[in-house]
C-alpha cells in the first residue's frame, strides 16, 4: 500500500488507465523521480544523475527530425494536438455471460501549455475523449481532464510546486468499479488539489507534500429505476514527508511517512466505511547512468476503520519502480506495490490491491517504437468480520507500436488481452476473456 494510482483518459488502470487511490497518489515512474538520487556535497564529489543519461532510454530519447516543438506565444510554448481512433472488442462488456463484440470510434483533442522561463514554471493542459460504438450506442462515453500546474524556485535549495485538477472518468467494463450491468457505464467526476515543498542541505533533501481529492458519481438508471450513486461520493485527505541522503555517486538512501484521512459524504446506510492510516517505507533510490535507474522500498502500512466491523489493515508495505536499459535501443519498466483503494461498494470497506507490470520499449528503426507489456493485479476485499472472502484479479497482456510518420503525424496501433477472474462471490458473469485492437492517428502542431 506504499503508492496508488491515477486516473487515465477515463479507464481505470487495472485494464485501460486508472481510477484515483484512497491516499496518496502512483505517480507515472520517470526521471524526476530520480532527483532524490542526487547527493548535492558543494565540492562535486558525488553528482547527480547525468541529465545526458536521463534523456538516453528509448522513450525518452530526443528524436529531433520527427519531432514538433509546439508554437511559442509570447513566453509560453503552445502544443495542440488531436487524434482519432478506431478499436473493436469481442467483449464490449467484458462479461462471461453476455459476450457481444462491437466497434467504436474515438476523438482525442488536446492542449498543453508551459512556459519557457528561465526561472519559475507554469503550466496548463487539457484532453478528452469522446467515444462513440456502431451498435452498443449505451456504451457511449465523453471524457475530459483539465490540469493547472506550477513551480516556484523560492532559492536554490527550495522549490514549491502544486496543482489542481478536475476530470471526468468512467469505472471501466470488468473492473472493481463496474457493477451495473444493464446500465451505461459509471461516470464520476474527480476535483484535486496538491502542494509540495522541497529543501536541500548539502546531500539531505527533504520533500514535504500534500493532497485533497473529492469523488462525485452520476446516477444511473437501470431497467426504469434511478440508481443513487451518490453513497460513492468520497474525499481523500492525504500528507507526506520525504528525506534522501546521498550515499554515493548515483545512490541515495529514503525514508518516507505518508498519513491518509478518508471520508464518504453521503450517511452509510450500514457501518461507516470511512478510515485513516498510515504508511512507512524505507529503500534506496539509484540512477548514475543510462543501464539501471529507479527505486526500491519496503515498510510498513496500517490503516484503520471507524466502524470496528471492519478489522484493521496491516503489514508490509512495498514499492518498485526500476528502468533497465541493456543497450542503447531496448528499455525495460518494472513496476509493483501494494495499494489501498477505496471501495465502490456499500458494505466494503476498502480494496487491498498488489499489483506487478513490466513494460518494454524497442527502437527498432529511428521512428518505430514497438511496447509489448504485462500487468497482473490482485484485489482483496475489505470485508467485515466474518464474511465471506472476496478476491478479483485482472490480467493484461498487450503488444503495442507507434511510428512517427513526420514531426506533425504519429501512427499507433494495439493489440491487448485482458481476463478477470473472481472468488467469493456468486456472479459467473464477472469472470471474462477480452480480445481488443485499437489503431490511432495523432496530429501535433
Known amino acids: 500500500m506504499a503508492k496508488a494510482g491515477g486516473a487515465g483518459r477515463g479507464q481505470h488502470r487495472q485494464m485501460e488507465g486508472g481510477h484515483s487511490?484512497?491516499?496518496?497518489?502512483?505517480?507515472?515512474?520517470?526521471?524526476g523521480l530520480l532527483g532524490l538520487v542526487a547527493p548535492f556535497a558543494p565540492a562535486q564529489a558525488q553528482t547527480t544523475v547525468d541529465?545526458?543519461?536521463?534523456?538516453?532510454?528509448?522513450?525518452?530519447?530526443?528524436?529531433?527530425?520527427?519531432?514538433?516543438?509546439?508554437a511559442r506565444l509570447g513566453t509560453l510554448l503552445v502544443s495542440p494536438s488531436f487524434g482519432i481512433e478506431a478499436d473493436a472488442t469481442d467483449n464490449v462488456y467484458a462479461r462471461g455471460d453476455a459476450k457481444r463484440g462491437d466497434v467504436a470510434v474515438v476523438l482525442l483533442p488536446a492542449l498543453a501549455v508551459r512556459s519557457q522561463w528561465s526561472r519559475h514554471a507554469l503550466g496548463l493542459s487539457a484532453e478528452g475523449a469522446i467515444k462513440r460504438y456502431a451498435k452498443r450506442t449505451t456504451e457511449n462515453v465523453e471524457t475530459y481532464a483539465a490540469k493547472v500546474d506550477g513551480r516556484l524556485d523560492v532559492a536554490a535549495d527550495t522549490r514549491l510546486s502544486g496543482d489542481v485538477g478536475m476530470a471526468r472518468r468512467i469505472e471501466a467494463r470488468g473492473t472493481n468499479g463496474d457493477t451495473l450491468f444493464g446500465a451505461a457505464p459509471i461516470a464520476f467526476t474527480v476535483l484535486s488539489g496538491g502542494a509540495e515543498?522541497?529543501?536541500?542541505?548539502?546531500?539531505?533533501?527533504?520533500?514535504?507534500?500534500?493532497?485533497?481529492?473529492?469523488?462525485?458519481?452520476?446516477?444511473?438508471?437501470?431497467?426504469?429505476?434511478?440508481?443513487?450513486?451518490?453513497?460513492?461520493?468520497?474525499?481523500?485527505?492525504?500528507?507526506?514527508?520525504?528525506?534522501?541522503?546521498?550515499?554515493?555517486?548515483g545512490v541515495a538512501a529514503f525514508g518516507s511517512l505518508a498519513f491518509n484521512r478518508n471520508r464518504y459524504l453521503v450517511p452509510?446506510?450500514?457501518?461507516?466505511?470511512?478510515?485513516?492510516?498510515?504508511?512507512?517505507?524505507?529503500?534506496?533510490?539509484?540512477?548514475?547512468?543510462?543501464?539501471?535507474q529507479g527505486e526500491i522500498g519496503v515498510g510498513w502500512v496500517r490503516q484503520e476503520f471507524t466502524a470496528p466491523v471492519f478489522p484493521r489493515v496491516s503489514g508490509l508495505a512495498y514499492t518498485a519502480q526500476l528502468r533497465w536499459s541493456p543497450t542503447r535501443l531496448t528499455t525495460l519498466r518494472l513496476s509493483g506495490g501494494r495499494s489501498f483503494q477505496r471501495s465502490p461498494i456499500a458494505g466494503i470497506a476498502g480494496i487491498q490491491q498488489h499489483e506487478v507490470a513490466l513494460f518494454a520499449e524497442h527502437e527498432l528503426l529511428r521512428t518505430l517504437i514497438l511496447r509489448p507489456s504485462l500487468r497482473y493485479t490482485a484485489s482483496n476485499f475489505q470485508v467485515p468480520q466474518g464474511a465471506e472472502t472476496?478476491?478479483?484479479?485482472f490480467f493484461t497482456?498487450?503488444?503495442?507500436?507507434?511510428?512517427?510518420?513526420s514531426p506533425q503525424f504519429e501512427l499507433t496501433g494495439e493489440y491487448a488481452h485482458s481476463l478477470g477472474r473472481n472468488s467469493g462471490v456468486a456472479n459467473p458473469g464477472r469472470a471474462y476473456d477480452r480480445n481488443r485492437v485499437a489503431v490511432s492517428l495523432r496530429w501535433r502542431l
Open 21 to 31: 487511490a484512497l491516499h496518496g497518489r502512483r505517480r507515472v515512474f520517470s526521471i
Open 197 to 249: 515543498i522541497e529543501q536541500s542541505f548539502a546531500r539531505l533533501r527533504l520533500t514535504l507534500g500534500g493532497r485533497y481529492e473529492r469523488f462525485r458519481y452520476q446516477d444511473r438508471e437501470l431497467a426504469g429505476t434511478v440508481i443513487d450513486l451518490s453513497p460513492r461520493d468520497f474525499e481523500a485527505l492525504s500528507g507526506s514527508l520525504r528525506a534522501a541522503i546521498g550515499v554515493g555517486p
Open 390 to 393: 472476496r478476491q478479483e484479479r
Open 268 to 292: 452509510p446506510i450500514g457501518p461507516s466505511r470511512d478510515s485513516h492510516g498510515m504508511t512507512a517505507l524505507a529503500g534506496l533510490a539509484f540512477g548514475l547512468n543510462r543501464l539501471l
Open 51 to 70: 541529465p545526458r543519461m536521463e534523456r538516453d532510454t528509448v522513450g525518452s530519447r530526443a528524436r529531433p527530425e520527427v519531432e514538433t516543438t509546439g
Open 397 to 405: 497482456g498487450a503488444f503495442g507500436v507507434s511510428w512517427r510518420l
